[in-house]
Every structure is written in structure tokens, then in C-alpha cells.
């Protein structure tokens, strides 16, 4: 039996504070470290989509900097879960808080979120962050990948 296999647009976000360190959620269903990202709900533009998922999981309303890229690759976007694979079409901001955040939100899916040096960050980073990463520091460009 084959599992079912679906494409699903999503947005995720680079999110520097002053020092140029980079905000990290700690998912808590597979505790690996992440930019911030959801998906896109019905009749949502993906611009709506990332300000909602940045007060879903830590709290705090944000505006839109610039589009770092659009992230389809399926080595990279591709997840496999138990009935189902889902690959991900993802828009990727660069976002700055306009709220001081509540360093101790959490939530179903937050288990933790802090700001990290981009040359320190963690070990555990979930599939695809650290190319976003790369990205999102190269500011002279738009990616397509």
C-alpha cells in the first residue's frame, strides 16, 4: 500500500534581533531547533500566513523586511510521516518583532525559543535550516531553490 503524498505551500521566517542573532524555536514534537515556519491556511496570503504563525508560536507581532527566497527542493522539503509524506513549496522572510517577546511563551508546538549567534548555533537543527540560514544572511539576493 502506498502512503499518500501531498505538496502544501508554507512560510517561514529569519528573525534577527539588534546583535545580529538569529530566533530559533525548539519544536516540541521533535525537539529539533527551527526558524519559525506553518503552513498556509485557506484564503491566507502567505505575507498574513508568517504574521500569524510568529504569534501563534512565540507571541509577538512582527512586519515584513524583504522575501529571502522560495524553498521547494524535495531532498530538503520533503518530511515523511507515518501515513503520509508531505512536501513543502515554503516563501521565507526576513522578519523583524515589533513586540518585545515573552521569552517564556510556549505552546503546543514551541517547547523553547531563543536568539542565537549565527556562527553558535545548535547541533539539532531540523533538515533544511541551515541552508535558510545561509540564505537569510546573504543579503543581496532572492533564491529560488
Known amino acids: 500500500m502506498s502512503r499518500e503524498q501531498n505538496i502544501l505551500p508554507a512560510v517561514s521566517a529569519a528573525i534577527f534581533n539588534d546583535q545580529g542573532h538569529v530566533l530559533l524555536q525548539q519544536r516540541r514534537d521533535?525537539?529539533?531547533?527551527?526558524?519559525?515556519?506553518?503552513?498556509?491556511?485557506?484564503?491566507?496570503?502567505?505575507?498574513d500566513a508568517i504574521l500569524r504563525e510568529i504569534r501563534e508560536e512565540i507571541n509577538a507581532a512582527a512586519e515584513i523586511l524583504r522575501l529571502i527566497g522560495v524553498y521547494s527542493m524535495p531532498a530538503f522539503a520533503t518530511y515523511d510521516h507515518t501515513d503520509h509524506r508531505v512536501q513543502y513549496i515554503t516563501s521565507y522572510f526576513e522578519v523583524r518583532l515589533i513586540d518585545e517577546p515573552d521569552t517564556s511563551?510556549?505552546?503546543?508546538?514551541?517547547?523553547?525559543?531563543?536568539?542565537?549567534?549565527?556562527?553558535?548555533?545548535?547541533?539539532?537543527l531540523?533538515?533544511?535550516?541551515?541552508?535558510?540560514?545561509?540564505?537569510?544572511?546573504?543579503?543581496q539576493s532572492v533564491f529560488i531553490r
Open 30 to 47: 521533535t525537539g529539533k531547533w527551527c526558524i519559525i515556519s506553518g503552513h498556509v491556511e485557506f484564503g491566507e496570503t502567505v505575507e
Open 105 to 124: 511563551f510556549t505552546n503546543a508546538e514551541t517547547r523553547a525559543w531563543r536568539f542565537f549567534q549565527p556562527d553558535a548555533l545548535p547541533a539539532d
Open 126 to 139: 531540523d533538515q533544511i535550516n541551515p541552508y535558510w540560514l545561509v540564505d537569510a544572511l546573504n543579503k
